[in-house]
């Protein structure tokens, strides 16, 4: 999995979760989890937002707080579970997605490492 160069100076990560109910704390266990892929790949982590709600809604507050992590220089990159953690829609996604990168925020995942949206027009 490709997570960028150890010797690197340390990026400031914001972990963004999302579950549509909480049932089985599970929305602790993806941000447990995220929180840990972030101390093995020596991100800082910079804060964390969760939403319990439908993916198909991008008025989130979490998705809010995320953007304002990266537009204010607190946050490099984001750490989400997977992509449809940020959303259900693919366009609206990918244009939240565009909107960060534009910014300079990259996008990992502990399943898909850096998640690259170059591709996709």
Request: glycine share 8%; with cysteine.
């Amino acid at each position: 999995m490709k997570t960028g160069d150890k010797n690197s100076v340390s990026k400031n990560a914001w972990i963004y979760c999302r579950v549509v109910s909480n049932e089985n704390n599970s929305i602790e266990a993806q941000r447990d989890g995220l929180i840990r892929f972030a101390n093995e790949h020596g991100f800082n982590i910079a804060g964390i937002s969760r939403d319990i709600g439908s993916g198909l809604d991008f008025s989130r507050k979490g998705l809010s707080e995320t953007k304002q992590a990266v537009c204010s220089k607190n946050a490099d990159v984001v750490l989400v579970f997977n992509v449809s953690r940020i959303g259900r829609e693919t366009l609206k996604t990918l244009d939240y997605m565009k909107e960060l990168n534009a910014l300079g925020a990259e996008f990992f995942s502990p399943i898909d490492g850096v998640i690259d949206i170059t591709s996709h027009k």
